[in-house]
């Protein structure tokens, strides 16, 4: 395994080098985008981690009053890490991005790192994670960042005193990617005013500038495929054979990391393909989001109203149908009705433009305790968002040449400078 | 004649039993408010399925992934936490090189089974290497010396000789497996079985069954300790399919023939 590991750093290190010149000695090997995000950093290339880390699981009881149906009997709390130095150490809260747990590879890589430089650290899961959506959010309905900024903010208050107890804080942090780092900053903002933990730094990783536009932008993706996404189960199968006969006419002995290196080597999948893919992981991730809303609000939108589904009740059309709805079909059917019943007069525009970081804009402008760092060629930024978020931050805003979104956030110099970020005093860094 | 009878008369059961469990199921939902259909239902949709597994036995398959989630949560990976704490990370690996190089017999006599000379002659190699120079398997220098682990097991000999998975089965303890994946851990389990039995490591002892039993749970304990998955933690409501999914692909493809391999 550790040959195989050597190897494909190897591989990933003699790489078309041509971009590299310029870059002053950033070296995350994957130059597109779209392969960046997918195949994320090698082991290999993260750095020293430690591997055995003072660690336990908080299963947060946020609302006490909420009911849970059936079909998540499972669910028992708002799950988060908990990560703890034995002496008075600064704390920071980690948000997850969208739809991912406070358990997900890359949040674990982050609170290792945090972890090593002597941080205690609390990761939450998104507020679009189904966890979140049954277990801490009020309106059951997410995605909306003011209401999911009061729910995130309510959980991390609630792990703050379930932990306070047996740990000396020196003083308090705040970082989150993708979502989560568009999150965090609305939180900050909520705190200057609740001041329940004052936070020293927060650091927004490959955030989105507007929600929507990001969103768009992914949707997009799928535009690209073979009938539109209406036919994301036909592309999606004829993936899958692809992937399938990849393997079968190959030499591999499993599928593992020599097999998945050697796809991306052999371009297997077209860059249309490669964006069609992100977008319907995507699609599969939002389905959840969807289908636990819908549950828990008893909504009628892609569960039967009245009905009670059990914990062994197959689930399964729910699935395929809740993957084939698109942001779009959740936001003028079942999130814009939400807030338009809520808000009287709002319009559509006015709901898009307060999911936006231009909508704090004054606040972070004059806030040096917020910075950023995000990549070039992160797609979901469109260019003049990039522009945006340089000109906002200027000296707070890191931005390296490569990564796609999120897939250099492990990389060694990402999770060096995310740390350091925070080791500097407070203001600018 | 009386064959043909018997099949008609099973047949017959089973359809009166189907029919009494759909009408049972109606009788339960009408009992409670009535159902107004969603916004948007799944025959709107003019697409293949996607990520499907054969699954007749969903509801009860279903039933067994909770039984497991509750045995983790009480039982298994309580006792996994203790093994943990106290053995240190060395002492862990050591174990599940011993118990990795036990299972290079289930690996050779199925790469056997599957007529692969070539990577019988490896694994007889790994086991015989790591046996020795890795001091019972503690140590597998046979990676370093260029002798990659090929994992077989009988369910993919089946596979390999053109069986079908057959329906999509959890099991208790074991979790996502197939008709002929069961099939292929009794066979393989009643091999090793039989092989221990032959070679009695532990007759003269006089606790030969306290022994085995030891080592039989140590076992179980290490293969829990190396699967970092634990049910329901992330939170998708679809896990169960995605399990589904990603078990039976792979299955899928460890298990099939490469059409232009060169026969060994």
Same mark, same amino acid.
Request: hydrophobic letters at 40%; a neutral charge; one cysteine or more.
């Given at each position: 395994m550790k040959q195989l590991r050597l190897l494909i750093t190897i591989c990933l290190l003699l790489l078309p080098v041509s971009s590299f010149a310029e870059d002053k000695g950033y070296d995350y090997p994957i130059p597109g985008s779209y392969e960046a995000t997918i195949l994320g950093t090698p082991t290999a290339l993260m750095g020293e981690l430690p591997s055995e880390i003072r660690m336990k699981q908080l299963v947060l009881d946020v609302l006490p009053e909420r009911e849970k149906p059936p079909i998540f009997f499972y669910d028992q709390g708002l799950l988060c890490n908990f990560a703890y130095q034995k002496k008075k150490a600064p704390l920071i809260f980690l948000i997850a991005g969208a739809g991912s747990s406070g358990q997900s590879s890359k949040i674990v890589t982050m609170m290792k790192a945090f972890y090593k430089a002597g941080y205690h650290v609390i990761t939450l899961p998104s507020p679009s994670n189904a966890n979140f959506v049954i277990s801490a959010s009020q309106s059951r309905v997410p995605g909306d960042l003011t209401e999911d900024t009061e729910d995130l903010y309510r959980a991390m208050e609630s792990a703050w005193d379930k932990v306070k107890g047996d740990i000396e804080v020196s003083?308090?942090?705040?970082?989150?990617?993708?979502?989560?780092?568009?999150?965090?900053?609305?939180?900050?903002?909520?705190?200057?005013?609740?001041?329940?933990?004052?936070?020293?730094?927060v650091l927004m990783i490959n955030p989105s500038v507007s929600l929507y536009n990001s969103i768009t932008r992914i949707e997009g993706l799928l535009k690209n495929i073979p009938g539109g996404a209406k036919k994301e189960g036909v592309f999606f199968n004829k993936m899958l054979d692809k992937f399938a006969n990849h393997y079968r006419y190959g030499n591999f002995i499993g599928i593992n990391d020599d097999f998945i290196y050697s796809i991306y080597e052999e371009k297997l999948f077209s860059k249309e393909e490669t964006g069609g893919l992100i977008a319907l992981a995507y699609?599969?991730?939002?389905?959840?989001?969807?289908?636990?809303?819908?549950?828990?609000?008893?909504?009628?939108?892609?569960?039967?109203?009245?009905?009670?589904?059990?914990?062994?009740?197959?689930?399964?059309?729910?699935?395929?149908?809740?993957?084939?709805?698109?942001?779009?079909?959740?936001?003028?059917?079942?999130?814009?009705?939400?807030?338009?019943?809520?808000?009287?007069?709002?319009?559509?525009?006015?709901?898009?433009?307060?999911?936006?970081?231009?909508?704090?804009?004054?606040?972070?402008?004059?806030?040096?305790?917020?910075?950023?760092?995000?990549?070039?060629?992160?797609?979901?930024?469109?260019?003049?968002?990039?522009?945006?978020?340089?000109?906002?931050?200027?000296?707070?805003?890191?931005?390296?040449?490569?990564?796609?979104?999120?897939?250099?956030?492990?990389?060694?110099?990402?999770?060096a400078h995310m740390v350091g970020f925070f080791n500097t005093a407070g203001g600018t860094p | 004649m009386t064959r043909c009878n018997v099949i008609r008369i099973s047949l017959a059961t089973c359809f009166l039993s189907l029919a009494l469990l759909s009408g049972g199921c109606a009788i339960t939902t009408s009992a409670t408010l009535s159902e107004v259909p969603p916004m948007h239902t799944i025959e709107?949709?003019?697409?293949?399925?996607?990520?499907?597994?054969?699954?007749?036995?969903?509801?009860?398959?279903?039933?067994?992934?909770?039984?497991?989630?509750?045995?983790?949560?009480?039982?298994?990976?309580?006792?996994?936490?203790?093994?943990?704490?106290?053995?240190?990370?060395?002492?862990?690996?050591?174990?599940?090189?011993?118990?990795?190089?036990?299972?290079?017999?289930?690996?050779?006599?199925?790469?056997?089974?599957?007529?692969?000379?070539?990577?019988?002659? +490896?694994?007889?190699?790994?086991?015989? @290497?790591?046996? /020795?120079? &890795? *001091?019972?398997?503690?140590?597998? =220098?046979?990676?370093?010396?260029?002798?990659?682990?090929?994992?077989?097991?009988?369910?993919?000999?089946?596979?390999?000789?053109?069986?079908?998975?057959?329906?999509?089965?959890?099991?208790?303890?074991?979790?996502?497996?197939?008709?002929?994946? +069961?099939?292929?851990?009794?066979?393989? @389990?009643?091999? /090793?079985? &039989? *092989?221990?039995?032959?070679?009695? =490591?532990?007759?003269?002892?006089?606790?030969?069954?306290?022994?085995?039993?030891?080592?039989?749970?140590?076992?179980?304990?290490?293969?829990?300790?190396?699967?970092?998955?634990?049910?329901?933690?992330?939170?998708?409501?679809?896990e169960y399919y995605m399990v589904r999914f990603f078990y039976h692909q792979k299955r899928e493809l460890e298990s099939a023939r490469n059409p232009d391999a060169p026969s060994e």
């Amino acid at each position: 395994m550790k040959q195989l590991r050597l190897l494909i750093t190897i591989c990933l290190l003699l790489l078309p080098v041509s971009s590299f010149a310029e870059d002053k000695g950033y070296d995350y090997p994957i130059p597109g985008s779209y392969e960046a995000t997918i195949l994320g950093t090698p082991t290999a290339l993260m750095g020293e981690l430690p591997s055995e880390i003072r660690m336990k699981q908080l299963v947060l009881d946020v609302l006490p009053e909420r009911e849970k149906p059936p079909i998540f009997f499972y669910d028992q709390g708002l799950l988060c890490n908990f990560a703890y130095q034995k002496k008075k150490a600064p704390l920071i809260f980690l948000i997850a991005g969208a739809g991912s747990s406070g358990q997900s590879s890359k949040i674990v890589t982050m609170m290792k790192a945090f972890y090593k430089a002597g941080y205690h650290v609390i990761t939450l899961p998104s507020p679009s994670n189904a966890n979140f959506v049954i277990s801490a959010s009020q309106s059951r309905v997410p995605g909306d960042l003011t209401e999911d900024t009061e729910d995130l903010y309510r959980a991390m208050e609630s792990a703050w005193d379930k932990v306070k107890g047996d740990i000396e804080v020196s003083d308090f942090n705040l970082c989150g990617y993708s979502l989560g780092g568009t999150q965090a900053a609305f939180v900050a903002k909520l705190d200057e005013e609740r001041k329940s933990f004052n936070f020293r730094k927060v650091l927004m990783i490959n955030p989105s500038v507007s929600l929507y536009n990001s969103i768009t932008r992914i949707e997009g993706l799928l535009k690209n495929i073979p009938g539109g996404a209406k036919k994301e189960g036909v592309f999606f199968n004829k993936m899958l054979d692809k992937f399938a006969n990849h393997y079968r006419y190959g030499n591999f002995i499993g599928i593992n990391d020599d097999f998945i290196y050697s796809i991306y080597e052999e371009k297997l999948f077209s860059k249309e393909e490669t964006g069609g893919l992100i977008a319907l992981a995507y699609r599969i991730n939002l389905a959840g989001m969807i289908f636990s809303s819908d549950v828990m609000t008893g909504g009628g939108y892609v569960v039967p109203k009245n009905r009670v589904l059990k914990a062994t009740d197959s689930i399964f059309n729910y699935f395929l149908v809740s993957s084939h709805l698109s942001f779009f079909d959740y936001f003028n059917e079942y999130f814009y009705p939400y807030f338009q019943q809520k808000r009287p007069g709002l319009t559509k525009q006015a709901l898009i433009a307060s999911e936006s970081l231009k909508s704090i804009n004054d606040y972070l402008s004059a806030s040096p305790k917020i910075g950023v760092m995000t990549n070039e060629n992160d797609f979901i930024l469109a260019p003049d968002e990039l522009e945006y978020l340089k000109q906002l931050f200027g000296a707070r805003a890191k931005v390296y040449p490569r990564g796609g979104h999120l897939g250099n956030l492990e990389y060694k110099d990402n999770l060096a400078h995310m740390v350091g970020f925070f080791n500097t005093a407070g203001g600018t860094p | 004649m009386t064959r043909c009878n018997v099949i008609r008369i099973s047949l017959a059961t089973c359809f009166l039993s189907l029919a009494l469990l759909s009408g049972g199921c109606a009788i339960t939902t009408s009992a409670t408010l009535s159902e107004v259909p969603p916004m948007h239902t799944i025959e709107e949709f003019k697409d293949q399925r996607f990520a499907e597994v054969y699954d007749p036995w969903e509801g009860f398959n279903r039933s067994i992934y909770r039984f497991n989630y509750y045995f983790d949560s009480y039982v298994f990976l309580p006792v996994v936490q203790g093994y943990e704490e106290i053995t240190p990370v060395f002492v862990q690996d050591r174990v599940s090189g011993f118990y990795n190089n036990l299972s290079e017999i289930r690996n050779l006599s199925n790469s056997l089974f599957q007529l692969k000379g070539k990577e019988s002659l +490896t694994t007889l190699g790994r086991f015989v @290497t790591n046996s /020795t120079i &890795g *001091i019972g398997g503690l140590f597998d =220098p046979a990676t370093r010396f260029g002798l990659d682990r090929h994992v077989q097991d009988f369910g993919k000999t089946l596979g390999y000789w053109g069986a079908g998975s057959g329906p999509y089965l959890v099991l208790p303890l074991f979790g996502p497996s197939s008709v002929r994946d +069961t099939s292929g851990l009794a066979v393989d @389990t009643g091999i /090793t079985y &039989g *092989i221990y039995t032959a070679a009695a =490591p532990f007759s003269g002892t006089g606790h030969s069954f306290e022994i085995s039993t030891g080592v039989t749970s140590l076992e179980a304990v290490d293969m829990r300790h190396r699967q970092s998955f634990r049910y329901f933690e992330s939170g998708y409501p679809f896990e169960y399919y995605m399990v589904r999914f990603f078990y039976h692909q792979k299955r899928e493809l460890e298990s099939a023939r490469n059409p232009d391999a060169p026969s060994e």
